[in-house]
C-alpha cells in the first residue's frame, strides 16, 4: 500500500505492517498507522497515519533514554489488545521534538502499546503513575549515549515521491 505523507512525499508500506487503532491515538485522527523507521541507526520512528497525509507523530522506545521506566497496563487495555502475554508486547512514547535538544519531552505517561501478531495499537494511560506527559527527554542520558532499538513493528519504508 502506498500512504501519502507531507512530510516524506510517498511512501511504500505493506499491508500487513499497517497498525490498527481502534480508539485511535489521543487528540489525532485516523485508525490506522505505519512505523516508519527513517534508518536503521536511529532511536526514533515515526508512527504515521494511513489515512492522513499530514498526521505523523515522532516516537521511540522509552527505555532507551530511561532505563528504569516502568508500564503497567490495565487489564481492560491488555484484553482489547489482545494480549495474553505483555512481555510480548512492543511499547512506544511519543516525543515532543524542538529547536534545541534541551527542550524535547517524552510522553511517560501515556504510552502506546503494539500487538505486534494481531497488528492492534492502543495509547493508554499507564498505571504504574508518577510520570510526565512533557518529561524532559534529555534529561538522563546524552544523545551520543542513545542506541538505535529494533521494533518488530517498524516499517522500512521508502519515499517514492
Not at 485516523?30 to 497515519?49: C, D, I, K, M, N
Not at 498505571?127 to 517498524?154: H, I
Amino acid at each position: 500500500m502506498q500512504i501519502e505523507s507531507t512530510r516524506f512525499g510517498r511512501l511504500d508500506v505493506r499491508d500487513e505492517t499497517v497498525i490498527a487503532f481502534p480508539d485511535g491515538l489521543i487528540g489525532l485522527p485516523g485508525r490506522r498507522y505505519a512505523l516508519v523507521a527513517q534508518s536503521e541507526r536511529t532511536p526514533f520512528y515515526w508512527l504515521h497515519s494511513a489515512e492522513h497525509a499530514d498526521v505523523a507523530v515522532p516516537v521511540t522506545m522509552p527505555w532507551l533514554f530511561f532505563a528504569d521506566y516502568q508500564v503497567r497496563v490495565p487489564d481492560e487495555d491488555a484484553a482489547q489488545l489482545m494480549l495474553s502475554d505483555l512481555g510480548s508486547a512492543e511499547i512506544f512514547c511519543v516525543v515532543r521534538a524542538a529547536q534545541s535538544l534541551e527542550d524535547f519531552t517524552i510522553n511517560l505517561a501515556g504510552p502506546v502499546i503494539v500487538n505486534g501478531d494481531r497488528r492492534l495499537g492502543r495509547q493508554i494511560i499507564n498505571d504504574a503513575g508518577g510520570y510526565a506527559v512533557r518529561q524532559p527527554l534529555f534529561s538522563e542520558v546524552e544523545l551520543n549515549e542513545v542506541r538505535a532499538g529494533s521494533a518488530r513493528s517498524s516499517v522500512p519504508a521508502t519515499a517514492t515521491s
